[in-house]
């Protein structure tokens, strides 16, 4: 049973990094592949409040939003003059260097060392030790998450954010500031990564930066791109199925010589065979 909480919160993690990646890549057609760091930055921002300075966990977590959003904000301003391709390459270089900073600022992030010992959260009497516990918090944050998303793309926010997706310089010329939209989802979807990568370091109680590498920011993309993209339920489908479909191959059979690479296999093939035959994902609207 412990083993199927682990992997329910994982399920929760990534569909909050998969929702939030699509306001900004399914919804509004920006290519970012930014993801990771700003996971890795709301991590490492409640690992050091609750390891150094012994910080509530829900403090460390608005932290983490604050500092993510500032960030955002400065990234955002520079990927705007950006489109296309460029878009996807600077903000691509961008997850390089929060990657460096991670595994070189020793001082604050302890570098390939990581960070042990965060501790679990806990609110007066109730106590999140116990991974039945936190899947529940992490339920929590996950529905919070699928709310805030879904007013996004129910409003007329969303609905500009589609015009910039199909004709940005259309949408200019009914009067909106698409800059302005493309940077403030920019945000909210960092701010959001931030919230997941808090979980995580709470659930594991290590970190380093081996998790948030370029190749994070690439899964996390592969999961609303096979759920589908501008679609919120789609990003909890893919995040299910690629959560779970490693898991699962571990149980079919293989001779353990090859096992390892029998399941990379199967999981490529996967997702090949989803791309060739429905390139716009389970659920998606569109295709990139």
Known sequence: MEYAYQLAILFCIYSMLGISLNLVVGYTGLLSSTHAAFYGIGAYA?????????????????????????????IGIVLNRFSGDYYAIVSLGFNVIAYSV???????????????????PSVYRLDFSSNFMFLVLSVLFLVAVWLISRFIAMSSFGRVLKGIREDEAATQAFGYNTLYFKLAIFV????????????????????????????????ILAIIIFGGLSSLKGSVIGALILVLLPEALRFAGFPASIAAQMRQVIYGATLIILMLFRPQGIFGEFKL
């Open 188 to 219: 909210v979807s960092a701010s959001m990564a931030a919230v997941a990568g808090s979980v995580f370091a709470s659930y594991v109680t290590f970190i380093d930066p081996s998790t948030f590498t370029v190749m994070e920011s690439v899964f």
């Open 102 to 120: 991670m595994l070189n600022w020793h001082e604050l992030t302890r570098g390939p060392l990581g960070i042990p010992g965060i501790s679990r």
């Open 46 to 74: 409640t690992a050091i409040t609750l390891t150094a300075y012994g910080v509530n966990f829900f403090a460390g977590v608005a932290l983490g939003i604050v500092i993510s959003a500032g960030i955002a904000l400065a």
